[in-house]
């Protein structure tokens, strides 16, 4: 018997005592430009892969450590640093333009002067019908956590609330000056909270 390694030309690998003929074979040899492919990009993990060769975890974790690749860990780790941050919501990015520090929880959420703001989106809402129809903006409160709600409104501004103005699940309000009595429903006041950047306090934390 020798002790000769002999490899592979197609896929590099070494090949057992089973020899070439039966090396051919095998799924990782059919497969080898796939599972190169897949090892070199690091966002796919073993599991992945495994499943998508049909062949298990271990072996893909054989294979890779055969073919030089970095283990598991070390591609998960290099695949984080190289995603992209996710971009926060645009009331965040104008915390930031106005000073303030913002600490992402999330895309729509995130930390300022150590209160829980979300981003929400106000969108128009047709309250009653013909002569008597109006149309209001329309906000929901959000579930969960948070300290301060900033509704976008359809102009571009935010309609901003502290938790204790937001007691309602949906609500209406005429972000416009108007004669219109609007309705019981229709929370006139909220229009003194369009742009009301003072709930976050000072920027810089000052
Ligand atoms: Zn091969």
Not at 57 to 86: I, N, W, Y
Not at 93 to 98: D, G, M, S
Request: charged share 30%; net charge positive.
């Amino acid at each position: 018997m020798s002790d000769t390694k002999r490899y592979c030309q197609t896929c590099r690998l070494q090949l057992d005592k089973r020899g070439f003929s039966r090396h051919t074979l095998s799924v990782v040899h059919r497969k080898a430009k796939l599972l190169r492919a897949m090892l070199e990009r690091n966002c796919i993990t073993h599991a992945e892969i495994a499943r998508r060769l049909g062949v298990t975890r271990e072996r893909v974790r054989q294979l890779a450590l055969q073919m030089g690749f970095p283990d598991g860990r070390s591609r998960h780790a290099t695949c984080r640093m190289q995603r992209p941050k996710k971009e926060m919501a645009e009331f965040f990015v104008k915390a930031q333009e106005r000073g303030f520090e913002v600490e992402p929880l999330g895309t729509k959420s995130a930390y300022i002067n150590g209160k829980i703001c979300v981003q929400r989106q106000a969108c128009w809402h047709d309250l009653g019908k013909g002569k008597y129809k109006y149309t209001y903006l329309s906000i929901y409160r959000p579930a969960g956590r948070f300290d301060i709600c900033a509704w976008k409104l359809p102009d571009g501004r935010f309609l901003i609330l502290p938790r204790k103005l937001a007691g309602f699940r949906q609500t209406t309000f005429n972000p416009e000056e108007s004669e219109r009595p609007g309705t019981a429903s229709s929370s006139h006041h909220y229009r003194e909270h369009i742009e009301k950047w003072s709930l976050l306090g000072e920027p810089h934390g000052g």
